[in-house]
C-alpha cells in the first residue's frame, strides 16, 4: 500500500531546448498561413481581373494595327491608349470610326485634365490627333459610299452648278420616287431663278466623312408651296467622287479676315534671301464654310487669284484666334461670291490640335 502523501513525479520538468523548438515550430507555421493567405488572395484577384477584362492581346492588337496601315510609331501611341483605359476588345479601333473616336476623345479630356506643361500636353495630343488622322486616310473602306441619289436625306446641302460655271447652294426638301425638290435659288434681289425644263445641271455635295460627291440632273420643273418655290430636278443612279479629299471636312460657317502674301527677294545671287509679307492694309473679310487639317473653303465677294499666298485669322472659340497661311489651289464663282479652296501651308501646332478637335467633334464648338 502507498501512502497518499508520499511524493510522486507524475510530469517531468520539460528541458529548455525542447520549449524553443516548440517555439520556433509554433511562429513558422504562423508565418507560413500569412504567407499562403496572400498567395491565394493574389490568384483570387488574378482570377477575378481576368473574368473581368480580357487579357490584353499584343500580336492581336499590333496585327491589326498593321492590316489597318498604320505605322509603328502610330501602332505604339494607340496601344498605351488602349492599355490605360482597359478597352476590353481593342481591336474595335480598326472596324468602328465610332468607337475609335469616343476612345480618342476620352484620351484627349484625360491630356487636358493632367498636370502636365502646355508645351507636352500640345505633344501628345498631336500625337494622338495624327492616330486619327492616319486611320482616318486608310479607312476608306468602312467610309459610307453613294451610289444612287435614292440615298440621299432630306436637308442635303446640294450645289447646282450651271453651264456657265455659277453655283447655288440649295437645301434638299424632298426626295420622292420621281425628282429630288430642292429650295429654289434666288438672284440678289430676292427673285426665284427661272430655268427652262431641261437645262442641264451638275449636283455636288458631301457625305459625311467630307468627301465630295457629283452627279449629273436637268430641271424637270417648279412648284409653289407655302410662299416658297421648290425646283423640281432628275434623279441619277451615276454618282462618283469628285474630290477625294486626304482629309475629312466640317462645317464652319464662320467669319474672316483675310490677307494676301507676297513673297519678296533681297540680295542677289547665293546671299539671295526671300521672305513672306503680309498685306495687311489689304485685309479683307469672308466666310470659311468647311474646315479640316489640310485647309478650308473661303467664301468672299473679292477672292485672290489661284497661286496666291494667304493668310486667314478667324475664331473657334471667342478670344482666342486662329491663323494660318496657305494657297490657293483653285476658285468657284457663284452668285454669292467666289469660293476659294485654301491649303493650309503653315499652322502652329497647337492651333492645328484645336483645328482637328473640331473636325472629328472632340470639342463642343
Known amino acids: 500500500m502507498i501512502a ?16 524553443i523548438l516548440v517555439g520556433v515550430v509554433f511562429v513558422a507555421l504562423i508565418v507560413l498561413g500569412i504567407i499562403g ?23 492581336s492588337f499590333r496585327r491589326a494595327a498593321r ?16 492599355r490605360r483605359q482597359s478597352l476590353a476588345d481593342p481591336t474595335r479601333l480598326f472596324t468602328s470610326r465610332h468607337f475609335l473616336d469616343r476612345t480618342i476623345a476620352r484620351a484627349v479630356r484625360m491630356l487636358d485634365a493632367e498636370g502636365i506643361g502646355d ?17 482616318d486616310q486608310v479607312q476608306t473602306g468602312n467610309l459610307d459610299r453613294f451610289e444612287r441619289t435614292g440615298q440621299l436625306r432630306s ?20 426626295n420622292s420616287d420621281s425628282f429630288l425638290a430642292v429650295e429654289a435659288p434666288k438672284t440678289y434681289a430676292g427673285e426665284t431663278l427661272v430655268w427652262d425644263k431641261g437645262t442641264p445641271l451638275k449636283v455636288t455635295f458631301r457625305g459625311d466623312d467630307g468627301t465630295l460627291y457629283g452627279f449629273r440632273s436637268s430641271v424637270l420643273g417648279y412648284r409653289k408651296q407655302r410662299a416658297r418655290h421648290q425646283l423640281f430636278i432628275a434623279h441619277s443612279d451615276k454618282i462618283r467622287s469628285v474630290q477625294k479629299r486626304k482629309s475629312p471636312r466640317r462645317e464652319f460657317r464662320r467669319p474672316a ?3 494676301p502674301v ?3 527677294q533681297s540680295g542677289s545671287g547665293r546671299s539671295a534671301k526671300r521672305q513672306a509679307v503680309v498685306e495687311a492694309n489689304r485685309r479683307d473679310l469672308g466666310n470659311i464654310e468647311d474646315i479640316s487639317a489640310g485647309g478650308c473653303a473661303l467664301r468672299a465677294r473679292t477672292a485672290l487669284k489661284k497661286g496666291s499666298l494667304i493668310k486667314i485669322s478667324f475664331e473657334m472659340e471667342r478670344g482666342r484666334p486662329v491663323t494660318a497661311f496657305g494657297k490657293i489651289r483653285g476658285t468657284d ?20 490640335n484645336r483645328i482637328l478637335s473640331y473636325v472629328y467633334g472632340y470639342t463642343d464648338d
Open 155 to 174: 436637308g442635303t446641302s446640294l450645289t447646282l452648278i450651271t453651264d456657265d460655271k455659277s453655283q447655288y447652294d440649295c437645301p434638299l426638301l424632298t
Open 119 to 135: 508645351a507636352e500636353r500640345e505633344e501628345r495630343k498631336y500625337e494622338l490627333l495624327s492616330v486619327r488622322r492616319a486611320l
Open 257 to 259: 479676315y483675310f490677307f
Open 37 to 59: 493567405s496572400k498567395v491565394n488572395t493574389r490568384r483570387l484577384d488574378r482570377r477575378s481581373s481576368t473574368t473581368s477584362s480580357p487579357r490584353f492581346s499584343r500580336y
Open 333 to 352: 464663282r457663284g452668285f454669292r461670291g467666289s469660293l476659294m479652296h485654301v491649303m493650309f501651308t503653315r499652322v502652329s501646332r497647337d492651333q492645328m
Open 4 to 19: 497518499l502523501q508520499a511524493a510522486v513525479d507524475f510530469f517531468a520538468e520539460p528541458e529548455p531546448f525542447e520549449m
Open 262 to 264: 507676297r513673297v519678296v
Open 67 to 82: 492590316r489597318a496601315g498604320l505605322d509603328r510609331r502610330h501602332v505604339r501611341i494607340l496601344e498605351r491608349v488602349a
